[in-house]
């Protein structure tokens, strides 16, 4: 996915919304953990723990403002502050899930 905006939530992480309404985070239920590889604009590369979750978004539209819920993901980084416009996020197809060994 290609971000569109983040949002630094103080004490959760960054929340980084996809350009494409129509989301590959679709695919995933709400909550479940991935590990993430971000590819920023300056070709710098990072790895992190992530989630899935979903946010409603004021849109115009022809009768007046209305709400549009998408999916988005919740970036586990302490470090990061935000994700700039244009950074890809790719999903290596791993679950960061430190029990499942246990299930």
């Known amino acids: 996915m290609t971000v569109e905006a983040s949002f630094r939530l103080t004490g959760l992480g960054v929340l980084a919304v996809p350009r494409d309404e129509q989301s590959v985070l679709r695919q995933f239920a709400l909550h479940t953990k991935l590990l993430v590889t971000l590819t920023f604009p300056d070709r710098q590369i990072e790895t992190m723990p992530a989630s899935v979750e979903e946010m409603s978004r004021q849109v ?10 998408m999916y988005v993901l919740l970036l586990e980084s302490e470090l990061l502050e935000e994700v700039p416009v ?3 996020i790719s999903w290596a197809g791993e679950v960061d899930d430190p029990f499942a060994l246990l299930y």
Request: aromatic share 8%; charged share 30%.
């Open 60 to 69: 115009e539209a022809e009768t007046g403002p209305t709400y549009r819920d």
């Open 86 to 88: 244009g950074t890809t």
